[in-house]
């Protein structure tokens, strides 16, 4: 499986379309599916997009919580209620709801910034993608942060 990468722009149109960029329509299908889960993300003015298999594989945390517990109807509502699937069309346009276009503050004829974060991507302004972009940037430099090796066979 591919990794969405970088920070590219299109136009969100009068009707919530947007067309993914074909850099991340072919990491999209590096995944076996042209399925994306939407939703909005609850840390950021910003639409989450995830490979229908990354989601469900994301969703199979839930399993490690008690079924009636708060914590797990809290995070199931958060993933679930909001979320809308999407599949790209002949000209690789999504469409966004009005409820994904205002959480994220988008507005039709404007640039729309897609970001990639390993197996997700944001649909954002592009001022949200700088914004986050230089306060994570921060914050690894501050903390010193790394990335542990994976298991070596």
Known sequence: MGRFLGILENRLDSKG??????????????????ELIL?????????EAWPEPAYRRLAEGLERLDAFSDEHDDLAITLFASAQSATPD??????LSERMIAHARLEASRSVAFM?????????????????LAASTARARKDGLT??????A
Do not use: M, Q
Not at 17 to 34: I, Y
Not at 39 to 47: D, E, F, G, L, N
Not at 90 to 95: A, F, L, M, Q, T
């Open 90 to 95: 002949g000209d690789g346009r999504i469409v």
């Open 17 to 34: 379309r947007v067309s993914v960029p074909a850099a991340f329509r072919a990491t999209l299908a590096s995944f076996d599916t042209s």
């Open 116 to 132: 990639g974060v390993g197996e997700k991507f944001y649909i954002c302004l592009p001022e949200e993608a700088e914004r986050l």
């Open 147 to 152: 990335v542990p090796r994976g298991a070596r």
């Open 39 to 47: 939703r909005p993300s609850h840390k950021a003015p910003v639409i």
